[in-house]
């Protein structure tokens, strides 16, 4: 079998070609993001960081974590969606060669057993490949996170040989995996059937793709349903579900939107030649299409969902800082400048939010021991009584009017701790020690919030004097607020904002910090998802050769006939642009029901920009890619290749 495996291999390279390449760099991806995940478990700080930048490196280190292990998630489901998705289509395309096999005495077990030894060997193949290119993965990656701030400068991830052995024994599984479903179709097609295209041959919505394809779908709609009543943290794990279930779905689907699209394309462009015969190609080469279309799927999907979810929760995110300010100016300066705001005419009340520099303590027991974890950033010293009257959100225990003296609130982003009011925390500010206790917290909120507030009067003036502050302005009644912020700069204040333009900086600053990690989340795997989609334009039309021979011999030109492919392939494309395009839909549902649980209004993003990037470059690649592919095909002489027996 391994012999018949080798001389299928050099006979039909151009059809493994692609496969190889999907597990290799699928090998490459995990292995490297297995590498950098390990290293950030013990955060490498610089000498001479403050304690605020220490905190802030890491949580750098917790979220590349937290990022690195969703790339390690979504390469392995590409890994194993493409290389199922390919060999599956190779294996089709093969269907003539596997009946004379049979007829030639090859029984059932014995096709299996050479696919699934073609498989073995490309897996190894593939896997031995991934190992160099997971050490250029790993660079990218690590400078990719660098890059976008949640690693330092300097930040290194050794190499280790178990992360080799565990990412090459995930590449000759998924490859095993990949081509197990293929075999056994092929093995219960008749060989009369495979070789006449009659039967089961010639069906491409078969019992399991319906099976897995309307299974799919099911448990798609059931997460954007469940999602419109989930948390947030519940609404975007539905939505990476939903991508990943929707693509699959829509990609076994696929053959039943094929006819539509030929049907329109018939009406878009009527009377032309070179659309009609495209047309029919569509509609005769439904699994062909529905193969080359899957990646594309994928690729959609996961970007603009993403995208999307990411966009959404940002901008809800400004939306809901907005609505929970009760103000008209924000102004940023110092604590000690920040002072003279409320003696400026016009201004009714000025909260001030210094965001000082000092340390609180908190003791947790778990497995009867007890953890200690110090805090040095989102500490904010604010006087209650301004800060009640210009923010709305209620606090979710405890009054505000009792943050006075040695006390501390929680913030939004220390809910989830379950610091219970009573409990005495340590602190120190300027040298010196304190005992706040815990007077009450805030709930959580779409934004990370601020961890703690203390009393102004609890802390020396030097702590809060030089602190970047924010202040909150509520101009009085009757007065204009562009007079008033005219006021204000005139005073000696160079950044006055209204509420309005503060929320929507906050929006954007949080997009930012969304888009780089969706960067790195979704760069590798994205330019994975591409070439898989190229695989298959590739893997398409390289096996039309004789195809193509018959179109020049009845009149056509070799021009001609490139033209009618690269039109054939744009309607593919486009079938998977659209699919794609439902399932991130789906996903912005799904998320857009989530925030209107969260702030009572519904706000969704829909990444145009890039929606309008993906959908020209995915064309315009797959229509280069077909026309370099058709022409290639096309080059011999079309009389050779009609009289040549298949």
């Excluded at 917790?62 to 690195?68: K, S």
């Excluded at 009085?476 to 204040?493: L, T």
């Excluded at 998802?529 to 590739?538: G, I, K, T």
């Amino acid at each position: 079998m391994f012999q018949m495996s080798f001389s299928t291999f050099r006979e039909r390279w151009e059809l493994f070609i692609g496969a190889i390449l999907s597990v290799g760099v699928g090998v490459a991806l995990v292995q490297a993001s297995m590498l950098v995940l390990a290293a950030t478990g013990e955060p490498q700080i610089p000498p001479g960081t403050s304690r605020q930048a220490e905190d802030k490196i890491r949580e750098g280190f917790v979220a590349a974590a937290t990022v690195m292990g969703m790339t390690a998630f979504l390469a392995m489901f590409l890994a194993v969606f493409i290389v199922s998705s390919t060999f599956s289509f190779t294996v089709a395309q093969r269907r003539r060669d596997l009946a004379l096999l049979r007829l030639t005495g090859g029984s059932r077990t014995q096709l299996r057993a050479l696919l699934l030894s073609e498989s073995l060997l490309l897996g190894v193949v593939g896997s031995a490949l991934g190992v160099p290119f997971g050490l250029i993965a790993k660079y990218a990656q690590t400078r990719l996170l660098v890059e976008i701030g949640l690693l330092p400068e300097g930040f290194t991830a050794p190499w280790a040989l178990w992360a080799v052995v565990v990412s090459g024994i995930i590449g000759v599984c998924v490859a095993l995996a990949g081509v197990f479903t293929a075999s056994l179709r092929a093995a219960k097609i008749l060989p009369l059937e495979a070789l006449r295209e009659t039967g089961k041959a010639a069906e491409v919505m078969t019992v399991s793709r319906w099976f897995f394809g309307l299974s799919f779908a099911f448990c798609t709609i059931s997460m954007v349903m469940w999602a419109q009543g989930a948390n947030l943290i519940g609404a975007m794990m539905a939505a990476l579900g939903i991508s990943m279930f929707g693509a699959v779905a829509m990609s076994m689907l696929s053959p039943l939107v094929v006819p539509f699209t030929a049907w329109l394309f018939g009406v878009l462009v009527p009377g032309s030649t070179l659309v009609g015969l495209a047309q029919a190609n569509l509609r005769d080469g439904v699994r062909r299409s529905a193969a080359t279309a899957s990646p594309l799927i994928v690729l959609v999907a996961l970007l603009l969902g993403l995208a999307g979810t990411f966009g959404s929760l940002s901008a809800a995110g400004g939306e809901e800082a907005k609505r929970s300010v009760n103000a008209h100016l924000v102004v940023s300066s110092t604590g000690e400048e920040a002072e003279r705001l409320a003696g400026i005419e016009g201004v009714a009340v000025a909260s001030r939010q210094n965001a000082v520099d000092i340390t609180i303590t908190t003791e947790k027991t778990q497995n009867k021991r007890v953890i200690k974890r110090n805090f040095y950033s989102g500490i904010v010293a604010v006087d209650a009584a301004d800060y009640a009257r210009t923010h709305t959100l209620p606090p979710a225990r405890g009054d505000l009017a009792a943050l006075a003296g040695n006390t501390v609130f929680t913030g939004p982003a220390r809910n989830a701790d379950r610091i219970a009011p009573g409990q005495v925390l340590p602190a120190e500010a300027g040298g010196q020690p304190l005992q706040l206790t815990v007077v009450g917290g805030y709930p959580e909120t779409l934004e990370m919030g601020d961890s703690f507030l203390v009393p102004r009067q609890a802390l020396p003036r030097q702590v809060w004097a030089g602190a970047p502050t924010e202040t909150v302005v509520q101009v009085a009644q009757g007065q204009d607020p562009d007079a008033v912020a005219e006021r204000i700069e005139k005073a000696g204040f160079s950044q006055v904002q209204t509420v309005s333009q503060w929320a929507i900086a906050r929006a954007e600053n949080a997009q930012d910090g969304n888009v780089k990690i969706l960067t790195v989340l979704m760069g590798l795997a994205g330019l994975y998802a591409l070439m898989a989609v190229v695989n298959s334009v590739v893997i398409a039309g390289s096996e039309r050769r004789r195809e193509f021979a018959v179109s020049r011999v009845t009149g056509m030109t070799q021009p001609q006939v490139v033209r009618v492919a690269v039109v054939e392939a744009i309607g593919v494309a486009v079938i998977g642009l659209v699919l794609g395009c439902v399932v991130a839909g789906a996903g912005l549902v799904g998320i857009g029901g989530a925030v209107h649980k969260a702030i009572g209004t519904t706000v969704v993003f829909i990444p145009w920009t890039l929606l309008a990037i993906v959908a020209m470059g995915s064309v315009g690649i797959v229509a280069v890619t077909s026309a370099v592919t058709a022409a290639i095909a096309t080059k011999d002489r079309p009389v050779s290749l009609v009289t040549t027996k298949e």
